[in-house]
Structures are given as C-alpha cells and as structure tokens.
Nanobody
Framework: QVQLVESGGGLVQAGAALRLSCVAS????????MGWFRQAPGKERQFVAS????????YYADSVKGRFTISRDGAKNLVYLQMNSLKPEDTAVYCCAATPDQSPPRPYYSGSYYYWGQGTQVTVSS
C-alpha cells in the first residue's frame, strides 16, 4: 500500500522558517516526481512546488518563489519543503503528492498526481 506521510508543520510567527518532510512508503519513489500543495480554509487547493524524479527540475508558485525550496533524498524516499520568511498568507494544510511521471507536463496541476498524503498544518501568526 502506497503511503505518503507529512511532518514538520506547526505554529510560527511571521518571518520564521519551517521545514516540512514527506516520507513515502510502499514502493520506491526514486523515479517519481513529487509535489507540495496547500489548502487554506475556504479556499481551493493551491500548487506550491514540485520536483522531478532526478531533482534536476523544480517548479514554484509565484507566491513562494525565492522563499521556499523543494528538495528530495531519493535513497530515503523523502521530499522536503524548506519554507523561509513565512507570511500569514502561507497558513494552510500542506500536502505532498507523487506521480510516476518522471517529468509531468503540468507539475502545477493537482490532477497530475496519483498519490497524496493527509497533510500537515502550518499556521503563521502576524
């Protein structure tokens, strides 16, 4: 059974940093592309960042570009999201997602991903 489990969320003040982790189990995700999405209360799910299986290509939403960094450790089936200079508008549940497409043509589209985690809450106070 494929499972994605996120961790690292919490309550922080504006300007702080957090690092989210997502561990994949059930199969090797070394050749999967991975993404992070977020959803705030009353809002639609939003793309945050993605990384291809090799780590050679990364993509970011404009709202997080320059502040967030996605990375992966293929040997450990781990994906990270380093979030710096957090803002109150970053408050959301953050979910990781996986797709066997090594280079999805639309990495920002949630429908490109097959597997999803339950999410971890990030709350940024002003």
């Amino acid at each position: 059974q494929v499972q994605l489990v996120e961790s690292g969320g919490g309550l922080v003040q504006a300007g702080a940093a957090l690092r989210l982790s997502c561990v994949a189990s059930g199969r090797s995700f070394s050749y999967y592309s991975m993404g992070w999405f977020r959803q705030a209360p009353g809002k639609e799910r939003q793309f945050v960042a993605s990384i291809t299986w090799s780590g050679g290509n990364t993509y970011y939403a404009d709202s997080v570009k320059g502040r967030f960094t996605i990375s992966r450790d293929g040997a450990k089936n781990l994906v990270y999201l380093q979030m710096n200079s957090l803002k109150p508008e970053d408050t959301a549940v953050y979910c990781c997602a996986a797709t066997p497409d090594q280079s999805p043509p639309r990495p920002y589209y949630s429908g490109s991903y097959y597997y999803w985690g339950q999410g971890t809450q990030v709350t940024v106070s002003s």
